[in-house]
């Protein structure tokens, strides 16, 4: 285990495997080459890097099994290169974070944090709290009309709104418009809700032009990975008024937050607790073990990513 986990990760490998802790390891590099030759498996979250430099110090390497959907921190093409499977926990956190998008959508366009502060200081009695923007008769536009994207577009479509979504190619089973750009996707649409996948691919892919497409009625939602908006580019543009405003539960740094961002009024700020419940970790984790278990037991992973050395025909829906 790189880095501390949820405790019923460890608690559950423990009685079945030999559970080696670089996170309590005084010397890394003592203990990678201590231990790191004798490692069968890794259990990660999203804090844990598996890079090919890790790789070389765990030369018998089999399973990277990681606590969250993104594993944009682990190359998952070098550990297909070198025959090491990776997985990830799909399906476990699709509701819990389609379900926080929505509601950071909701408390951005209708102030609602700024609502709850305005009474709690005393500022009612003086005066009502100002008019918001409203939901209706805006379109919003999906990032990333994978599980959580259509999940998110199903709830959405309770709210009466029309729903367009941008992709790497179009899903012949989606009913909602597709853009072949995200420009063109910004243009269209009063909202924009990021739920790609981060990495190389997507690194700063919502930026100046995007935003600037968006417009001065926009709101941005991002629940995906903070790289994939170009952060000093969304600053920027709430500044000036270039978008409306803003609902962030994921940062390009974290836990670091800018403070030119903390100090605006038009944005909500999460702490990256989309899938943050104890349901819904506590079944992710359930996941990252059962994974090693069903490897180690020789009947394959459960989950792979879409990168890894194994047939998809084995892999769990």
């Known amino acids: 285990m790189l880095k501390p986990m949820h405790p019923s990760v460890a608690e559950a490998l423990t009685p079945t495997f030999a559970l080696h802790r670089l996170d309590t390891a005084n010397d890394r590099d003592a203990f990678l080459a201590e231990v790191g030759p004798r490692v069968r498996g890794l259990a990660v979250n999203a804090q844990a890097v598996v890079d090919g430099a890790l790789l070389d110090r765990l030369p018998n390497l089999e399973i990277v099994a990681n606590f969250g959907v993104g594993y944009d921190t682990i190359d998952a093409a070098e550990a297909a290169r070198r025959g090491v499977v990776v997985t990830n926990t799909p399906?476990?956190?699709?509701?819990?974070?389609?379900?926080?998008?929505?509601?950071?959508?909701?408390?951005?366009?209708?102030?609602?944090?700024?609502?709850?502060?305005?009474?709690?200081?005393?500022?009612w009695p003086a005066a009502p709290f100002p008019l918001t923007a409203s939901l209706r008769g805006r379109r919003v536009g999906i990032l990333g009309?994978?599980?959580i994207?259509?999940?998110?577009?199903?709830?959405?479509?309770?709210?009466?709104v029309e729903i367009a979504y941008h992709g790497r190619r179009p899903q012949a089973d989606a009913p909602y418009a597709y853009h072949p750009t995200l420009v063109g996707l910004?243009?269209?649409?009063?909202?924009?809700?990021?739920?790609?996948?981060?990495?190389?691919?997507t690194d700063g892919l919502v930026d100046a032009a995007v935003l600037a497409a968006l417009g001065p009625e926009g709101i941005l939602v991002n629940v995906a990975r903070g790289s994939v908006v170009d952060e000093a580019a969304l600053v920027a543009a709430l500044e000036a008024g270039t978008i409306h405003g803003a609902g962030l539960d994921v940062f390009a740094a974290e836990p670091h937050v800018p403070e030119r961002l903390v100090a605006l009024d038009r944005v909500v700020l999460l702490p990256h607790v989309g899938s943050g419940t104890h349901?819904?970790?506590a079944g992710m984790g359930r996941?990252?073990?059962?994974?090693?278990?069903?490897?180690?037991?020789?009947?394959?992973?459960?989950?792979?990513?879409a990168e890894t050395p194994w047939p998809v025909s084995g892999a769990r829906a």
């Open 91 to 123: 399906d476990v956190l699709t509701d819990e974070v389609a379900d926080l998008a929505v509601g950071l959508l909701l408390a951005t366009i209708r102030r609602i944090p700024q609502a709850d502060r305005y009474l709690r200081t005393g500022r």
């Open 145 to 147: 009309l994978g599980r």
């Open 149 to 160: 994207g259509r999940a998110i577009a199903r709830r959405l479509e309770g709210f009466g």
């Open 186 to 201: 910004a243009q269209a649409v009063h909202v924009l809700m990021v739920v790609a996948p981060g990495g190389a691919g």
């Open 279 to 281: 349901d819904t970790r």
């Open 287 to 305: 996941l990252v073990v059962d994974n090693l278990v069903s490897w180690f037991e020789g009947r394959g992973p459960l989950t792979p990513v």
